[in-house]
């Protein structure tokens, strides 16, 4: 076993600072909520927005060891979720290991229906299978989390990793080397 | 001496064909790119009155064409011998030339807008494709390679779906805007970026970032930022001091400098400063209505890949109890009654979708109230945190518009507040 370095696959979406806090004032006023207004300076920061809307669920998948398998090695993978609802939520995902071209490899593996209180997190853990023949791979997770009661509301995310084979090694590359040194950026007959 | 001239008008003729010499050998290659469509925020008739939507179910998780794109075919080298765009319905007719007859021929689709309106790239800037198998052509002769698919069900691409979300957006959105047609061009949008954890966008560097787990996912994504960009474009100038971090949010201690921070994040309902739920929710409805008409019965908008909840509708009333006026979804709502057709209380406005961007164009530079750099005190500092907010977009509505266009009403509808 080797220890990996942390790379920064997938959405990421980090919620510290909104930890432990509440996303709606719950005041009945029908005014404004004036709040103070301190004289400083504005952020020079140049995007035109800080970033696209918080998600509800964020799914991180961080590959965090290689284990030596009698045919090859595997990779150990951590997936992250953390549902921000205000109430607690439900749990379900999906792992599938798929090729560069498409081709599932094994069955696909259920994630531990789980129920978490509200904004809280819980982890995963998946293997990807030992013997696989070099070449391009992609882990793929899907996580439907629901949250309320009457009027559910529900979020499904879908998250990739990709990982090369040689030799029976294992490493992890970037969307950009899956695109332009696989065979994922070869297209299809439609017959 | 006749021969001489015979001669002669060989040369003359060897002259005269040399330089076609250079394109020996052409031919045509004809196709359709499909992608499968995987994006979320369709309607489902099932269970929804879809009426006036423009993504319904049936469109979800099957073959869907690639429309309005650069096609390019290059031969065995690498070289590129023939360019071309699709149509419509994801078709083209290509010619191709070159020296000599190649021993085959790929054809590429590199994720461009076929007007160059938009494109896609990696994080680093480089250029991403999809192509085909290898391909057998004769000179003079016309190949026709079928239909080609970017994705399956099997292999889902995503870039492909990150291009239809936004083809969706210039197509049935922007392109209806005659300030768009002339300054919404260039835009690069960098996918699987590492950027931004939840996407981004700058109208001046004409650049979105798309992080991973984005692509299915449009109508908080990629129409959200291109409306970003389209909002940027129309008004030319910054609109708030970019401070995500609101007060009544922020605990000493646990937060970065607050209002200053500019890293505390949003949602739909989180409650932040005025200018700052104008500005997510003009560029959330900005893409909104590539995905509704103006006469929509039950328009949502939410952050999934799959169908939004009924808890989104943009056309719900709306509790003026809370955060009043701080929330982009409140926005929403009340922009979005600035278009629609349909009567729910006060809103028989139904403007164009051009209200929005002709209006942003249409705001005054400088820093007084009611100008586009209003939150700033002229001097590098901030003195109105809450602007450009709601009831400044209202009078320049008023103001700017032709006919006076009065959006009160739909402003205290939607719990706007105050002024």
């Known amino acids: ?191 | 001496m006749n021969k001489l001239i015979s001669m002669s008008a060989v040369a003359l003729a060897a002259a005269i064909f040399a330089p076609t010499a250079a394109h020996a050998a052409s031919g045509t290659i004809k196709g359709t790119w499909v992608n499968y469509q995987n994006q979320g925020n369709y309607c489902d008739p099932a269970g929804r009155n879809c009426t006036g939507s423009r993504y319904l179910k049936s469109e979800y998780n099957v073959l869907h064409p690639i429309s309005d794109t650069k096609v390019y075919v290059k031969d065995q080298n690498g070289a590129v011998i023939g360019t071309g765009v699709t149509d419509a319905n994801g078709a083209f007719s290509i010619v191709w030339n070159r020296a000599s007859t190649p021993s085959f021929v790929r054809v590429y689709w590199q994720f461009e807008h076929k007007d160059d309106r938009f494109k896609i790239r990696a994080d680093g800037g480089g250029v991403l494709a999809k192509w085909t198998w290898e391909i057998a052509v004769t000179n003079g002769g016309v190949t026709n390679v079928g239909t080609i698919a970017a994705g399956n069900a099997s292999a889902i691409s995503g870039l492909a779906n990150i291009y239809d979300g936004a083809d969706r957006m210039w197509n049935d959105s922007l392109r209806f805007s005659g300030l768009m047609l002339s300054r919404f061009t260039g835009l690069t949008i960098r996918a699987y970026s590492d950027r931004c954890p939840t996407a981004c966008a700058n109208s001046g560097e004409n650049m979105i970032w798309m992080p991973e787990g984005s692509q299915f996912r449009p109508q908080a994504r990629i129409l959200h930022e291109m409306g970003h960009i389209a909002a940027g474009k129309a008004a030319g100038a910054r609109m708030d001091p970019g401070s995500y971090c609101y007060p009544s949010q922020f605990i000493p201690g646990e937060d970065e400098d607050c209002p200053n921070a500019a890293t505390n994040g949003w949602s739909m309902t989180s409650t932040e400063w005025r200018g700052v739920a104008l500005k997510e929710g003009m560029a959330t409805v900005l893409g909104d209505i590539a995905l509704y008409w103006n006469n929509a019965v039950d328009p949502r908008s939410c952050l999934s890949a799959g169908e939004c909840p009924a808890s989104s509708s943009t056309e719900s009333s709306v509790a003026c109890t809370g955060q009043v006026g701080r929330s982009a979804m409140q926005m929403v709502r009340y922009l979005w009654d600035h278009y629609d057709a349909r009567v729910d209380g006060n809103d028989d406005i139904q403007k164009p979708y051009y209200v929005f961007v002709d209006t942003l164009n249409a705001i005054p530079s400088g820093t007084s109230w009611g100008q586009l750099s209003s939150y700033s005190n002229g001097s590098g500092g901030v003195d109105s945190w809450d602007s450009f907010h709601s009831w400044e977009w209202r009078n320049a509505v008023l103001n700017h518009w032709s006919g006076a266009t009065e959006t009160e009403d739909i402003y205290f509808q939607n719990c706007m507040g105050v002024f």
Not at chain 1, 94 to 102: F, K, L, M, N, T
Not at chain 1, 105 to 116: C, K, Y
Request: charged share 25%.
């Open chain 1, 1 to 191: 076993m080797k220890a990996l370095p942390i790379l920064a696959f997938g959405v990421a979406a980090l919620f510290a600072n909104l930890v432990g806090r509440g996303n709606a004032a719950t005041s009945a006023t029908t005014t404004i909520d004036q709040a103070a207004v301190p004289t400083e300076t504005a952020p020079a920061h140049a995007d035109d927005c800080q970033g696209g809307a918080e998600e509800r669920v964020s799914v991180k998948l961080e590959p965090d060891e290689l284990l030596r398998g009698r045919a090859g090695e595997r990779l150990g993978i951590g997936v992250h979720v953390h549902a921000h609802f205000e109430d607690p939520a439900s749990l379900v995902g999906a792992v599938e290991i798929i090729d560069d071209r498409g081709r599932r490899l094994g069955a696909t593996q259920n994630l531990d229906v789980r129920r978490v209180a509200a904004k809280q997190a819980t982890s995963y853990r998946v293997e990807t299978p030992d013997g696989l023949r070099d070449g391009y791979y992609r882990v793929q997770v899907s996580v439907l989390a629901r949250a309320g009661g009457a009027e559910a509301i529900e979020e499904l995310s879908t998250h990739e990793l990709y990982f090369n084979v040689a030799q029976g090694a294992i490493t992890p590359v970037t969307h950009e080397e899956w695109m332009t040194k696989s065979q994922a950026g070869l297209a299809f007959q439609v017959r």
